[in-house]
């Protein structure tokens, strides 16, 4: 079962794609999980040890596991409207036309970085969010962007008063009971390394992603670190579970609807949207090297953690590879 797809991910790490991989392939009758190769090259060669508890660094993972769950959970409560503008909850957001269903699809219209903006202290990170020109007319292309995920983080704040990390804890994690998933830090002899860079040397146990360090947490883009067994409960949930104990299954529902037809990509609630069959199927991935695929309709999952960035992120072979692996997935499913 599944043999392409576990051909390609073991080639990841054969050819020297990506130090080590820890995965997972759920089935409506089993969950298979594998974990090979190293943990680290350098500085020196670290095996990566054969469990299903060492902690990967999800960088963009962060967007659907975190932020578009609770947006999800805060819809149910009726506290806003997907079609409502975001400048009504966020008035330092300078663009009225623009609605919290833009930001949640990618299709806000927001440039996808902002080059050259220095971001040093915290304050930055906010500043970079609210100076950010808008590229093209909202609702007329689909332009992947970690300022639409940081704005929703604080649309989150601004319909609770409280902390997004508190909320994302209080609501998501304690309910799965994935109490190895943590945001900004992790234990470092359980952490999967990351880069290895200049300023920062080997980034170990400590979120990668510059703005969600520099911002000490609270950023609704990235920052999340959790182990193989953690994205299990989450897979659970979206799979065999109707999106219980995080939302209902009329949510779930929702969250696989495709929101951008006639535009470039096809695009969920949070989700990129791949075609398999008469639906589709839930696709998100993280710079890190980390991706999954969730077919709610057919009880199928596939969950990779990788970090791929290690040693550096100059490794655009496993982006190609990644798509090789997705696409063979998708083909195997039954």
């Known amino acids: 079962m599944f ?10 790490v054969s050819e020297k794609t990506v130090p080590g991989v820890s ?22 060669k670290t095996p990566l040890l054969a469990t299903s508890s060492n ?33 009504n909850y966020l008035p330092d957001f300078k663009y009225e036309a623009i609605t919290i269903l833009d930001l949640v699809t990618h299709a806000s219209g ?5 080059p050259g903006f220095v971001i040093e202290e915290p304050d930055d990170v906010r500043a970079y969010v609210y100076s950010a020109k808008q590229v093209k007319p909202a ?15 604080y649309l989150i704040e601004a319909l609770v008063p409280e902390n997004f990390e508190s909320q994302i804890e209080k609501n998501i994690l304690s309910p799965l009971g994935a109490r190895q998933t943590s945001f900004y830090s992790a234990d470092p002899k359980k952490a999967v390394p990351t880069e290895l860079t200049d300023k920062r040397g080997l980034v170990t146990g400590i979120v990668h992603d510059h703005k969600a360090f520099i911002a000490h947490g609270n950023t609704g883009h990235a920052g999340l670190f959790a182990p193989l067994e953690d994205l299990l409960l989450f897979a659970n949930a979206f799979l065999f579970d109707d999106g219980s104990p995080l939302f209902s299954k009329q949510s ?83």
Do not use: C, M
Request: charged content about 20%; proline content about 4%.
């Open 3 to 12: 043999e392409q797809t576990t051909t390609l991910l073991h080639n990841l």
């Open 23 to 44: 995965f997972a392939i759920l089935t409506p009758t089993e969950t298979r999980t594998s974990v090979f190769g190293d943990k680290a090259w350098l500085p020196e």
């Open 55 to 87: 902690l990967y660094d999800l960088a963009s993972l962060t967007k659907v596991l975190a932020t578009t769950i609770r947006l999800v959970q805060l819809h149910e409560k009726a506290l806003f409207d997907w079609n409502d503008a975001v400048i």
């Open 110 to 114: 927001l440039p996808k970085s902002l």
């Open 139 to 153: 609702k007329t292309f689909v332009e992947y962007s970690d300022l639409n995920f940081l704005l929703l983080g």
């Open 252 to 334: 779930l529902a929702s969250i696989q609807k495709n929101y951008t037809p006639q535009l470039n990509r096809d695009r969920g609630i949070g989700f990129d949207l791949r075609k398999i069959r008469d639906h589709f199927a839930l696709y998100h991935t993280g710079f890190t090297g980390t991706f999954l695929v969730l077919d709610p309709v057919t009880q199928h999952g596939l969950v990779v953690l990788s970090n791929r960035i290690h040693p550096t992120r100059n490794n655009p072979l496993f982006l190609e590879k990644r798509e090789e692996i997705v696409d063979a997935f998708l083909a195997e499913i039954k």
